[in-house]
């Protein structure tokens, strides 16, 4: 078998076109979404994401303020940027590019940003929201993951899926994801006794580690479906994911690539959630 390739650049532009008649409807109300942007310090990777998420904001036709501050920036400073952000009703989505200089401690920093505009999903509001099943913003990554499952037509119910990793970010609201959608989950990490034994079982595999090649053919299920979330250099310092592609896809179903595959769709979710959270406040004005 050869994979069927799930195109995260394809899906995007259908999505954002999509969102570009939302973000028309919000104008013709008056309503021009924003996003701010906030990076801290001179991560060249960080800056290179972060370029892109302004430029895809354009694209669609949402407002995006780039702050960026030295890596020496204060703990304390940036709090009352957020603070400013919370307060300025131009502003709807608030996102601080992770990961953050050792002395800032980013949890504390999420935790400041409005729920309301909270559109990665991290504050504890909406990670519980996820958990207990009421609405919320889903993390970006995840929530695409679930795009790209739902766009070939996976069912889920009843399925295996599979996670590997459990950060807080990827590995832990995909697992809650998939659960809602009535999978049987399991969640693998770096304490895992033989990964493999459980990731053949896996009628969704999802790799989310951040390690090149982890997941080989041997530890695929034949006509599974596998993601790889992974953003890694390989020995080259070429972009690869966590899955040895080329393997893989002799084995599976239907195969993510790295670059092209979630990676856009994370942005892509990123755009949904600004323009849903300038939607809300619209019909909910107390918001
Ligand atoms: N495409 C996209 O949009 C995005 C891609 N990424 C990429 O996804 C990957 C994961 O990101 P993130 O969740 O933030 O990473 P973290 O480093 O926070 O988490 C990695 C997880 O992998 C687990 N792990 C590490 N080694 C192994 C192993 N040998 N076997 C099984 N599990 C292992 C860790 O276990 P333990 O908990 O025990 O330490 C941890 O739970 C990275 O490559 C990152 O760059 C991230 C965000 C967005
Ligand atoms: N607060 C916060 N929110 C995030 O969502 C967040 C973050 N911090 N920190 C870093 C990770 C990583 N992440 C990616 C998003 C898009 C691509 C992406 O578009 N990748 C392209 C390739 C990009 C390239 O060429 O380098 C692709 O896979 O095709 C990758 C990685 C979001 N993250
Ligand atoms: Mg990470």
């Not at 919000?26 to 801290?40: D, Q, S």
Request: proline share 6%; charged share 15%; aromatic share 2%.
């Amino acid at each position: 078998m050869t994979a069927q390739l799930i195109d995260g650049v394809a899906l995007s532009r259908q999505l954002r076109a999509a969102l570009r008649e939302r973000v028309a409807a919000l104008n013709g109300r008056g309503c021009r979404p924003g996003l701010a942007v906030i990076l801290v310090g001179d991560d060249p990777a960080s800056q290179v994401y972060v370029r892109n998420k302004v430029k895809a904001c354009a694209e669609v036709g949402i407002h995006s303020v780039l702050q960026t501050h030295p890596a020496s920036l204060t703990e304390q400073a940036l709090l009352q940027h957020i603070d400013a952000l919370n307060a300025d009703p131009a502003i709807h989505g608030i996102l601080v590019q992770l990961p953050l200089p050792p002395h800032i401690d980013a949890q504390r920093v999420i935790e400041a940003i409005a729920p309301d505009k909270d559109v990665d999903g991290f504050h504890v509001a909406n990670a519980g929201a996820l958990m207990v099943g009421q609405p919320g913003f889903r993390p970006c990554t995840p929530y695409g993951c679930m795009k790209m499952l739902e766009h070939i037509g996976c069912a889920l119910r009843g399925k295996h899926a599979v996670v590997i990793g459990r950060s807080n970010i990827v590995g832990k609201p995909m697992a809650m994801l998939l659960l809602q959608a009535h999978a049987t989950v399991t969640i693998c990490h770096s304490a895992t006794a033989e990964l493999a034994h459980h990731t053949r079982q896996a009628d969704v595999l999802v790799a989310a580690v951040g390690r090149p090649a982890l997941v080989t053919a041997d530890m695929v299920k034949p006509g599974a479906v596998v993601i790889d979330v992974g953003m890694n250099r390989d020995a080259t310092g070429k972009l690869c994911g966590d899955v040895d592609f080329e393997g893989v896809r002799q084995v599976a179903s239907w195969i993510t690539p790295v670059p092209g595959g979630v990676g856009p769709m994370t942005i892509t979710m990123l755009l949904t959630n600004t323009v849903e959270a300038a939607e809300r406040r619209l019909t909910t004005p107390s918001f």
